[in-house]
């Protein structure tokens, strides 16, 4: 069981709720407070917490939550000054570590108040977290995601499959025998609205996204070996002039050009006065003809950041077609996508229907409090983006299942828990893992999961 298996959450909005229902499913005993009656109502009917009606201002709510016996106290609710606070009664009831979830990036500056000042031991900014998730994959721009475990030394390469791709119709084991000069394993796959933590048989089909992991040194090899085009992105457009949109254009101005679309033209004029480097339209983003009218066709890129879920799929479509560069010329590579879409059920919708990412603000807060929550017992977390899946790294404990034993002799224990184990490091050389490879205590290992068998995964190591 965790340290913090007590922990206390404040507001029961997005944010809060995934932390909840993520927390409860791990083994952690969640009490909240919330004020709004008919969230609460809802959390009653698929979270297993003691639910409070009540303020994060009135101390009587944090008595009758018993704060005093919590280790853990979480506060993200929709005010950052209540958040803030929050932080200071927790430290006053004994609260041993506090995590609290802002908007604004200005507030706590270092000059007037610090986090040490507020008794904080984690601030995470949602809006921040995701705009510097668009700037790291808009640099990846060779594949949709590539992803940096086991302290750089292994990487998780995702990538959609097409027709002309030499993975199409393969099953793992029939790769690994074609390709014995690279070190690699397909770790998960999307498919629909599945997620896929591959057997050796699995048939790998056109449209799926495939994740893929290999040590570092074998990236680039193996991109070239899937015809994945190495690229960078010089143009791209970004919908929507709103907290995500204005930031991601702040962090590549400079080195991509830029088109920044905004409806309102209070903010667009607002947006143009700012950021020096990035030209400013004023017009409706949903309309193929602004698109057009923009250079949309000449773009490589475009990011869809509008409050709207539904704005922000459609144009994403629209201009993936519009992107199309197949429609002129056979060699054309089509541009990428990413959209921030606010609602989860639309992420898996997002993917199946084409777009390339979905990005989500309030599962990149949730993601980072629960690597900061899990820093004892799990060396890294990092969540795929497109899938209901986790890469982890462990450490096998002396004594524990996954220990002393070739991983074949656990392959039913994998296959009911859905757990695949991608790399190992052993004698300070990192492999990739296969069927005969045997865990030794102390070795640090990079493992795969479904995000509800997370638990089983610590308790194999432990």
């Known amino acids: 069981m965790a340290k913090d298996e007590n922990t206390l959450i404040l507001g029961i909005g997005g944010v809060g709720m995934h932390l909840a ?43 009758e939550a018993h704060a005093q016996d919590m280790e853990l106290m979480i506060a993200a609710t929709n005010s950052d000054s209540t958040n803030m606070l929050s932080s200071l009664i927790a ?46 994959l808009v640099q990846r721009a060779s594949c949709n995601d590539l992803t940096a475990v086991g302290e750089g030394n292994m990487r998780v390469l995702a990538m959609r499959i097409n027709e002309d791709s030499p993975l199409i119709f393969k099953t793992p084991k ?65 919908l929507g002039g709103g907290l995500v949109g204005r930031r991601v ?47 949309l066709d000449s773009a490589e890129s475009f990011i869809a950041t509008t409050g709207d879920n539904e ?30 879409v606010n609602k989860e059920d639309y992420l898996v919708l997002a993917s199946t229907i084409g777009l390339d990412i979905a990005l989500n ?6 993601n980072e409090i629960l690597k900061f929550v899990r820093r004892n017992e799990l060396l890294s977390v990092a969540h795929l983006h497109g899938v209901d ?11 524990s299942d996954i220990a002393r034993k070739p991983l074949k002799k656990l392959a039913s224990y994998f296959r009911q828990h859905n757990i695949l184990i991608g790399g190992v490091e052993q004698d300070g050389v990192w492999t990739v893992a296969v069927g005969s490879t045997e865990i ?23």
């Open 91 to 136: 430290d006053r009831f004994g609260i041993e570590r506090k995590i609290i979830r802002a908007r604004s990036i200005e507030l706590v500056d270092g000059s007037i108040l610090s986090p040490e000042d507020l008794k904080i031991d984690l601030m995470v900014h949602p809006e921040e977290l995701v705009s510097q998730e668009i700037f790291r």
């Open 440 to 462: 030794k205590p102390h070795n640090r290992v990079v493992a795969v999961c479904s995000s509800q068998h997370l638990n089983k995964v610590r308790q194999l190591f432990s």
């Open 21 to 63: 229902q993520r927390l409860v499913h791990e083994g952690y005993r969640v009490t909240v407070i919330e004020s709004d009656s008919e969230l609460l109502e809802e959390a009653a009917e698929t979270l297993d917490a003691r639910l409070i009606c009540g303020n994060a201002m009135q101390l009587s709510s944090w008595r």
């Open 361 to 366: 603000a309030k599962i990149s807060a949730a």
């Open 249 to 295: 254009a702040q962090l590549l101005e400079k080195e991509v050009e830029i088109k920044l679309i905004e409806k309102d033209q209070e903010r667009a004029e607002e947006l143009a006065s700012d950021l020096k480097n990035t030209e400013v339209i004023h017009g409706d983003g949903t309309d193929a003809n602004v698109l057009v009218m923009s250079g």
């Open 174 to 238: 029939e790769l690994s025998a074609m390709h014995t000069e690279y070190h690699f394993r397909v770790v998960a796959i999307a498919r629909g609205i599945s997620t896929i933590i591959p057997q050796a048989d699995e048939v790998i089909r056109a449209f799926d996204q495939v994740f893929i992991m290999a040590r570092t040194e074998d990236i680039l090899p193996l991109m070239d070996m899937m015809k994945i085009e190495h690229k960078t992105i010089e143009s791209l457009m970004i």
């Open 311 to 340: 704005t922000n799929i459609v144009s994403c479509l629209l201009a993936k077609h519009l992107m199309n560069r197949k429609n002129r010329d056979q060699q054309g590579v089509d541009g990428k996508t990413i959209a921030l």
């Open 389 to 399: 899946a986790e890469v982890v790294e462990l450490i096998a404990a002396p004594g």
